[in-house]
């Protein structure tokens, strides 16, 4: 049967079941009728033609009722059927049907809520140019579990490594914003100079941290995001070059990020100071402690393997320049990995199996 008839049948027995019965029936005696006097031309008698139809198609009743199922009237009349006693039934218990709605409701919101979350964090990648060169540097416990690195690590590396274009390390820092009309707790940063290199995404007005902003004693130096310049000062050139009180401590405003950057590291980032630690510090200082996270930018071309065996060789031929203590992340096992993986390395079989 063609598309079309298909489609006008279907349209008619929408329309009125008892013309669209007449109809098939119609068309089933008419093919039964067809068929046999085929028989009867090839020289059956009128009654052995009758016999072989039946004996062949089966009874003209249940032909019609099979192509009555066939059709795809059947599925739309039947959801409707469905819809009005589903109707009729939260008509007559209307506790129910609030509850079945909200319960609908909530289901739907949930299901949005979770596909609007696993597809940009699970499937898109970063928000970054060439995302897929950003890796993220940790330590590892004894038990294996991934630990923060330390500021000691850092500044070996960046000194010997060859297979990253850019690394830096953060650290988690939540100041109290304060000297305006009302003090806020800020989510933040204190990062080293190549931070932002690493991520690929520089401020949108201002400057970027340059090593001289990491010199202990120095000027205190801050970046700041979009969204924070407009919530307190109105736009983000009312905000650069200002200085404002951080903890109690004045900072100058050097630059602002772009409207909508992502901070995957630190999610809500509202601030990045400049990092002012030792490059040389004793083994019992915090320079030593497993505070930082590191991340790095791969040089173009590199793949992940070779920098993760750069590491390792790195690791087990310590110089002379750069003391560590035992408990340093190179001796205990440095392992790289994508951001993307680190980031979404415990939410990724949660969302996966919701």
């Known amino acids: 049967m063609s598309l079309w008839r298909q489609v006008s049948r279907g349209l008619r027995a929408l329309k009125g079941r ?7 029936d119609e068309e089933v005696r008419d093919y039964f009728e067809r068929a046999r006097a085929d028989l009867v031309r090839q020289g059956l008698s009128s009654e052995e033609a009758s016999r072989a139809v039946r004996r062949e198609l089966g009874d003209m009743g249940r032909a019609g009722e099979e192509l009555r199922e066939y059709g795809w009237e059947n599925v739309v009349e039947t959801t409707l059927v469905d819809l009005r006693y589903a109707l009729r039934r939260l008509r007559q218990s209307p506790t129910f049907a609030l509850v ?9 919101g949930a299901s949005t809520a979770i596909f609007s979350t696993v597809v940009p964090i699970l499937l898109e990648p970063l928000p970054y140019p060439n995302a897929d060169r950003v890796v993220m540097l940790t330590d590892r416990a004894p038990d294996g579990t991934p630990i923060d690195t330390t500021y000691g690590t850092y500044v070996e590396l960046i000194a010997r490594n060859n297979t990253l274009d850019a690394l830096a390390v953060a650290q988690r820092w939540n100041p109290a914003l304060s000297g ?34 990491q010199t202990i004693g120095g000027p205190q130096r801050v970046i700041v995001s979009d969204a924070l310049a407009k919530r307190r000062f109105g736009s983000a050139r009312n905000v650069l070059d200002r200085t404002i009180d951080l903890d109690g401590v004045q900072h100058t405003v050097i630059g602002v990020m772009p409207a909508g950057f992502v901070n995957v590291l630190t999610p809500g980032a509202d601030v990045w100071s400049a990092l002012q630690a030792r490059e040389q510090a004793p083994f019992q200082s915090g320079e030593w402690g497993h505070q930082m996270r590191m991340t790095g930018r791969l040089r173009a071309g590199v793949p992940v393997e070779n920098a993760q065996r750069e590491i390792s060789s790195i690791a087990s031929t310590p110089v002379a320049e750069f003391p560590r203590p035992e408990w340093a992340s190179l001796e205990l096992g440095l392992v790289i990995e994508s951001l993307q993986g680190s980031v979404t390395a415990g939410a990724r079989p949660v969302l996966l199996a919701v």
């Open 180 to 213: 305006t009309d009302e003090s806020e707790r800020l989510t933040g940063d204190r990062v080293t100079a190549g931070y932002f290199r690493v991520l690929g995404v520089p401020p949108a007005i201002g400057r970027d941290f340059t090593p001289e902003d």
């Open 18 to 24: 008892a013309q669209a019965d007449d109809a098939i």
């Open 100 to 108: 079945a709605v909200l319960t609908l409701a909530l289901g739907i």
